[in-house]
């Protein structure tokens, strides 16, 4: 699976971007998805993810109730909606895929296939 992450970008605090991760490559619909992000100087950590049906969704502390993921199998595009952002929420965002979910979501070695990633920054 080839992953293409996009629609990062410079915005003010209380703001809204969507991020988009394009897939090709496989059956998109076999794999669950995840956003991770890692800011400078820091661990990567786990965001969202999502079931390979998108019925089942799961987010960190950080940005539960801000941050909404969602899926669309016929595109093969997994979305991040992120709202009222924050400037802890600079960071890169990556999208990642997995067969199974063995060990949990935030598990780096889960994961298949990683996207190249895209920058978000929050100004405060």
């Known amino acids: 699976v ?4 996009s629609g990062g970008g410079v915005v003010q ?3 809204s ?9 496989r059956t998109f619909s076999n794999y669950i998805m995840a956003w991770f992000r890692q800011a400078p100087g820091k661990e990567r950590e786990f965001v969202a ?9 799961y987010y960190a502390d950080s940005v539960k ?6 899926r669309d199998n016929a595109k ?12 802890d929420d600079t960071a890169v965002y990556l999208c990642a895929a997995a ?4 060990g949990g979501w935030g598990l780096l070695q889960i994961y298949n296939y990683w996207g190249q990633g895209t920058l978000v920054t929050v100004s405060s």
């Open 2 to 5: 080839q992953l293409q992450a």
């Open 65 to 70: 109730g801000r941050f909404t993921i969602s």
């Open 76 to 87: 093969n595009t997994v979305y991040l909606q992120m709202n009222s952002l924050e400037p």
């Open 13 to 15: 605090a209380g703001d």
């Open 99 to 102: 067969r199974f979910l063995s």
């Open 49 to 57: 993810g999502i079931s390979r049906s998108g019925t089942g969704t």
């Open 17 to 25: 971007l969507r991020l988009a991760c394009a897939a090709s490559g």
